[in-house]
Every structure is written in structure tokens, then in C-alpha cells.
């Protein structure tokens, strides 16, 4: 996995489930310090993370 800002593969993966059963992947990148997600191969945005997160807490 290589950072697609800088292109460096010093980059850091972590899996999460979400409350629902989402398994998603955080990836941060420690040259260039951009941090990213993906669900299922897709970039999807730390909103769409966030929003799951409270959809499931109430
Ligand atoms: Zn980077």
C-alpha cells in the first residue's frame, strides 16, 4: 500500500468494525501524515464513519 498524496509506502493499516458489523480499514501515512478509510475497496469519507458510529449508539 502505497500513500496516494505522496506515494510512499509508509503507511499504517487498521481494521475496525463498526457498531453495525461495517469492517472498515483506517489507513494513515507517516510521511506525509494523511489519513484515509475504506469499506469493502472504497474510499469512503470519516463523515460517512462517523455517521455509522451514531446511527448504532442511540
Ligand atoms: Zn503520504
Known amino acids: 500500500m502505497n500513500c496516494p498524496t ?3 509506502p509508509d503507511v499504517i493499516e487498521i481494521e475496525h468494525v463498526l457498531p453495525d458489523g461495517t469492517q472498515v480499514y483506517f489507513f ?3 510521511n506525509c501524515e494523511e489519513k484515509w478509510w475504506n469499506r469493502d ?3 469512503i469519507d470519516i463523515s ?4 455509522i ?4 449508539r442511540a
Open 6 to 8: 505522496c506515494s510512499q
Open 28 to 30: 494513515a501515512c507517516h
Open 41 to 43: 475497496g472504497e474510499d
Open 48 to 51: 460517512q464513519v462517523l455517521e
Open 53 to 56: 458510529v451514531r446511527q448504532h
